[in-house]
């Protein structure tokens, strides 16, 4: 099968592998989409964090069930599922409580393991979430992206009527706004990007904000009649941002960061006390998510074309993968078609 593998820092290439050979609890896939996510692009140059080289990329998934293993029985031959990424080890006291996305031994395909920049990927029966035929094999490639969204609206409970406020209007953070819109939240999104601005307005339809402008504060209580935010969710990793989030808060409201900052962040404590914040974090994404994306999809209350900008062909787009992908000022989310 051909693979595109990524050896070292700025070392990518297409080579021929055998066709994976799958165990009894494995299911053979065809690949059929894989999203691009900042992981493939940050491991490109040498950037993310808890990596390993070589590492055939590819997490945002998408394939056919080709061949089962025998001690499968939920899985059909010839039907398409989306991948949980997050392989959990099942006996931590996170993944006890269920809370398999933060399994303090938790294994990414794509990241700690092969994934999806191939034409073949075995994968484990209970890493696959059925996608129906309603939905592209684009879509289905941009289920876990949105489930990443839809997990951090799961852990701040959002509920309809409420004034959300995402930061960052990457690809979390316009996914993270789109399912808040769909709980039927009033949304805000602010980002210095006039460009990206400009997209996630006419996307989604919600307002936003340069939270470089003078009047940022004032100008986000308009938009909530003279509040500020029940909800902020912070999808920029960005260290002065999340520094300032208490600020952006009414009392008694809560921060979700979504984004990773690595290193110490530093909140102003009187304020945080004052507004008896929640502060909560936001890692990965579960069954619970993946399904609850796909009914989303199916529903018609979100689709890839609020975040898919770029198609790929999975066969082409390693030869300028950096020039396509790495550093593509247009690029705000691929998807590679096979």
Do not use: W
Request: net charge negative.
């Amino acid at each position: 099968m051909k693979t595109l593998i990524c050896h070292e820092p700025y070392n990518i290439e297409y080579i021929e592998r055998d066709i994976p050979q799958v165990k009894d609890n494995e299911v053979l896939l065809k690949i059929k989409a894989v999203g691009i996510c900042g992981t493939d692009i940050h491991a490109y140059a040498g950037r993310q964090p808890f990596f390993s080289y070589p590492r055939v990329l590819g997490h945002e998934i998408c394939g056919e069930a080709q061949q089962i293993g025998k001690a499968c029985t939920s899985i059909k031959v010839g039907q398409r599922y989306s991948v949980i990424p997050c392989v959990p080890c099942g006996v931590c006291p996170a993944c006890r409580e269920e809370k398999t996305n933060c399994c303090e031994n938790v294994s990414l395909y794509g990241v700690h393991q092969d994934g999806g920049f191939a034409e073949y990927l075995a994968v484990r029966e209970q890493n696959l979430v059925e996608v129906p035929d309603s939905l592209s094999d684009s879509a289905g490639s941009l289920v876990e992206c949105f489930a990443i969204s839809a997990h951090a609206n799961r852990r701040a409970d959002v509920k309809k009527g409420e004034n959300v406020l995402v930061i960052g209007a990457g690809p979390i953070g316009l996914g993270t706004a789109a399912i808040a819109k769909a709980r039927g939240a009033s949304v805000v999104v602010a980002d210095t990007d006039a460009g990206r601005r400009q997209q996630i307005a006419a996307k989604l339809g919600v307002k936003t904000l340069n939270p470089l402008d003078e009047n940022y504060i004032d100008a986000l209580k308009a938009c909530f009649n003279g509040n500020l935010a029940c909800t902020l969710f912070d999808a920029t990793g960005n260290k002065a941002s999340m520094s300032r989030s208490v600020e952006l808060i009414r009392n008694g409201g809560k921060i979700v960061f979504i984004g990773l900052y690595i290193g110490e962040l530093v909140l102003d404590d009187p304020t945080f006390h004052r507004k008896e914040t929640t502060l909560l974090s936001s890692r990965n994404a579960t069954r619970v998510d993946f399904e609850y994306v796909i009914s989303l999809m199916a529903a018609g209350a979100i689709d890839e074309s609020m975040m898919k900008n770029i198609e790929y062909d999975f066969y082409t787009f390693g030869n300028k993968y950096k020039e396509d992908v790495v550093e593509n000022k247009n690029l705000v989310k691929g998807v590679i078609l096979f």
